[in-house]
């Protein structure tokens, strides 16, 4: 390992162990290769990984420095979804994915519900009402992620979000006589309705029913290939029949 990726996994676990907040300034230049004792080649590559890592930023100038930031999700999710897209995983194994995570994920959400994030679901399903009449569908994953993000576990969030990305990117348009944006509308509404009662296995079950209607009707499994037909053997030389012994003379009766 390089000087500089020690020195970045060096600062990212004390911003982390210790807990610092976004916009703090962790330290000038100067400052932190003094600290660490490197070099400022060393110190300036570093800084690079940090940032790329969206951990860190370095704002120049007179009160300039090494400042926290709040990493964004959604380019780890990114990241992870062209992983598993490379590792060419099929669609049955995300669609397993999706309904052992979001099934845990709405009876988490179901059981920590509060009145804010009552709010968050409804402001999001008038969102999605005004967008699914308009024709959009670009955002229907999003109540997922939302759920998701209601379990106020960041793991289960980030993992939410990697196969939702990963879904819009393999699956094909949705067959609309099949399932259409209202119907998938009218799903979320359903299972946003169980959430907010805390029905917590209601929530579930309904969820469920959406995730496999929403399969069926985003893809046509193409039919089983045809067995080939068992090849014939050719058939063992048939044996010449016996030749008939020739019939003794028949004695011919006396005359007397």
Same mark, same amino acid.
């Given at each position: $390992?390089?000087? #500089? ?12 162990? /210790? !807990?610092?907040?976004?916009?703090? *300034?962790?330290?000038?230049? =100067?400052? *932190?290769?003094?600290?660490?004792? =490197? ?7 570093? =800084?690079? *990984?940090?940032?790329?890592?969206? *951990? ?16 964004? +999700? ?5 990241a992870m979804a062209v992983y598993l897209d490379f590792q060419k995983v099929e669609s049955r194994q995300l669609e397993d994915a999706r309904l052992a995570v979001e099934l845990f994920c709405v009876e988490r959400a179901a059981a920590r519900i509060g009145e804010d994030e009552v709010a968050e679901i409804r402001t999001l399903l008038a969102a999605e009402a005004a967008q699914v009449a308009a024709g959009e569908m670009r955002s229907l994953h999003d109540f997922? %992620?939302? =759920? @998701?993000?209601?379990? @106020?576990? &960041?793991?289960?969030?980030?993992? %939410? ?8 990117? /393999?699956?094909?348009?949705?067959? !609309? ?11 979320? #509404? !359903? ?16 969820? $469920? ?10 893809? !046509?499994?193409? @039919?089983?290939?045809?067995? &080939? ?5 050719? #058939? +063992?030389?048939?044996? +010449? ?16």
């Amino acid at each position: $390992m390089k000087k #500089a990726e020690i020195l970045a996994d060096q600062i990212e676990q004390t911003i982390v162990g /210790q !807990r610092w907040e976004p916009g703090d *300034l962790f330290g000038s230049e =100067v400052e *932190l290769i003094a600290r660490y004792g =490197v070099s400022r080649a060393v110190f300036r590559e570093a =800084v690079r *990984l940090l940032e790329h890592h969206g *951990l860190a930023e370095m704002r120049r100038g007179l009160h300039g420095g090494l400042f926290i930031r709040q990493p964004d +999700p959604q380019p780890v999710a990114k990241a992870m979804a062209v992983y598993l897209d490379f590792q060419k995983v099929e669609s049955r194994q995300l669609e397993d994915a999706r309904l052992a995570v979001e099934l845990f994920c709405v009876e988490r959400a179901a059981a920590r519900i509060g009145e804010d994030e009552v709010a968050e679901i409804r402001t999001l399903l008038a969102a999605e009402a005004a967008q699914v009449a308009a024709g959009e569908m670009r955002s229907l994953h999003d109540f997922h %992620v939302l =759920v @998701a993000g209601l379990t @106020a576990n &960041p793991a289960l969030h980030l993992f %939410v979000q990697t196969l939702t990305i990963l879904t819009k990117r /393999q699956r094909p348009p949705l067959d !609309r006589s099949r399932v259409s944006p209202d119907d998938i509308h009218a799903a979320h #509404a !359903r299972i946003a309705d169980a959430l907010i009662a805390r029905d917590g296995a209601l929530a579930r079950h309904r969820m $469920m029913t959406h995730l496999e209607d929403v399969s069926m009707a985003g893809h !046509r499994r193409p @039919a089983p290939r045809a067995e &080939p037909a068992p090849r014939a053997e050719p #058939a +063992p030389p048939s044996e +010449p029949a016996p030749r008939e012994e020739p019939a003794e003379p028949t004695a011919e009766p006396a005359v007397g």
